[in-house]
């Protein structure tokens, strides 16, 4: 059975980059052709897409994050990593990781249990 | 981009129906069957409910489904049940190759 499971600081200070990491564990990352993405949602508010990676690196970000973005994978670890860059405390959130279909259909099949990060001083 | 947009809420009695909508744009909905709709009780992870607009994964009921007109996609839970009663979110691909969440719908089952 698939399992995703993030992992990171809980804690991350404004300005500063929030690092997370989601193992999957129950199934590989290399060589299936689904992708693998991150999706957040601040306390009380709705979900947010961030960003997805296939395993070969190949990546698609949310425009309106793009320039702060970056999703990468490492397939020896089978895990695939979420960077925020220059964050502030509207990025306080439960961020969550997902599989998603392989075939371009756009939909998230298998979740992690979301890990919550607070940006504060 | 901007989220797609849902009703903040919407509720319905034990046996009765609702149904959710999701509206979108002609450059997201509109334009392709790609909507899946996830449902979220308090403290868990979203779960996928439909896919591609109507489609069901394996062990989701029947009791869901979904259609699309236009630039608006709606999700429809006959049969009300108490264990309905969560947060539901749309979800549509823009192309080249984003997504985008609606708002999210809490349902209060009466």
């Known amino acids: 059975q698939l399992q995703l499971q993030e992992s990171g600081p809980g804690l991350v200070k404004p300005s500063e980059t929030l690092s997370l990491t989601c193992t999957v564990s129950g199934g590989s990352i290399y060589p299936n052709e689904y992708y693998w993405g991150w999706i957040r949602q601040p306390p009380g508010k709705g979900l947010e897409w961030l960003g997805s990676?296939?395993?070969?690196?190949?990546?698609s970000y949310n425009p309106s994050l793009k320039s702060r973005v970056t999703v990468s994978v490492d397939t020896s670890k089978n895990q695939f990593s979420l960077r925020l860059s220059s964050v502030t405390a509207a990025d306080t959130a439960v961020y969550y990781c997902a599989r998603r279909d392989p075939h371009y259909k756009y939909y998230f099949d298998n979740w992690g249990q979301g890990t919550l990060v607070t940006v504060s001083s | 981009q901007s989220a797609l947009t849902q009703p903040a809420s919407v509720s319905g009695s034990p046996g009765q129906s609702i149904t959710i909508s999701c509206t979108g744009t002609s450059s997201d909905v509109g334009s392709y069957n790609l909507v899946s709709w996830y449902q979220q009780h308090p403290g868990e992870a979203p779960k996928l409910m439909l896919y591609e607009v109507s489609k069901r994964p394996s062990g989701v009921s029947n009791r869901f489904s979904g259609s699309k007109s236009g630039n608006t996609a709606s999700l429809t839970i006959s049969g009300l049940q108490a264990e309905d009663e969560a947060d539901y979110y749309c979800c549509s691909y823009v192309d080249p190759s984003t997504m985008i969440f609606g708002g999210g719908t809490k349902l209060t089952v009466l």
């Open positions: 990676i296939f395993y070969s690196g190949s990546t």
